[in-house]
């Protein structure tokens, strides 16, 4: 397709699990960025990556968050011993040259 | 540094009114600006964005937004809603310059239509 795509699109896990989260960027969108939005507030930001490099990871929120891409194309965020408060939507966006960033439809993330 | 006030968090209008979502921003150089919805359990699309040209923006759906340096605002307009307008709106503003930016994002509004 010609969109971003995440998957899984919904993550039901237990607390204190691991879980890995998939972004396809838009083909040739060099930067890739992931935000997370929790119920009933605007996006956070997580991390941006411009080409496999992430030049800034200042909204990670702790070390068990952790993130990569490959390619220069798809990325994986990664949640390490998964906390309550870690449930939110996480959401992926892909840019070219411009300051528009296309989303993807979100990974929705309960940690019972 | 950059910030995006959006001044109502809940907005209703009947249908076929006019819809006015307020935005104002604070940044230190010219802004991009802009305004992404998202519907329910849909993902965030781009309604429309200001990038230092024309000060009045169009974008889809009907809507636009006009430009104000001298307000710091960037309000969101469209003259007649519709039910299928019903969804969360965002106003944006791209912090940084180059290639290493990021979006600072509203807190967003929720726009309700009635029949």
């Known amino acids: 397709g010609a969109g971003v795509s995440q998957s899984p699109s919904n993550k039901v896990t237990e607390k204190g699990k691991d879980v890995e989260l998939r972004c396809d960027p838009i083909?040739?969108?060099?930067?890739l960025y992931w935000y997370r939005q929790s119920l009933g507030q605007g996006l956070e930001f997580l991390i941006y990556?411009?080409?496999?490099?992430?030049?800034?990871k200042s909204g990670l929120p702790s070390d068990r968050f952790s993130a990569e891409r490959t390619g220069g194309s798809v990325s994986t965020l990664t949640i390490q011993r998964t906390q309550q408060e870690d449930s939110a939507v996480y959401l992926c966006?892909?840019?070219?040259?411009?300051?528009?960033?296309?989303f993807g439809p979100g990974t929705r993330l309960t940690v019972l | 540094a950059q910030s995006v006030t959006q001044l109502d968090s809940h907005v209703s209008v009947s249908e076929g009114t006019p819809v006015l979502l307020r935005c104002n921003y604070s940044?230190?150089?010219?802004?991009?600006l802009f305004w992404y919805v998202q519907h329910p359990n849909k993902g965030l699309q781009l309604l429309l964005k200001?990038?230092?040209?024309a000060t009045l923006v169009k974008g889809i759906n009907g809507f636009e937004a006009e430009f104000k340096k001298s307000e710091t605002s960037f309000h969101l307009t469209k003259p007649s809603a519709h039910m299928s307008d019903a969804a969360e709106y965002f106003c944006?503003?791209?912090?940084?310059?180059?290639?290493?930016?990021?979006?600072?994002w509203g807190l967003g509004t929720s726009l309700a239509v009635n029949p």
């Open positions: 944006v503003v791209s912090d940084g310059i180059g290639n290493n930016r990021k979006l600072i």
């Open positions: 083909s040739g969108h060099t930067a």
């Open positions: 990556f411009q080409g496999n490099s992430a030049p800034d």
């Open positions: 200001y990038t230092s040209a």
């Open positions: 966006a892909s840019r070219l040259n411009t300051d528009t960033q296309y």
């Open positions: 940044s230190s150089y010219s802004p991009s």
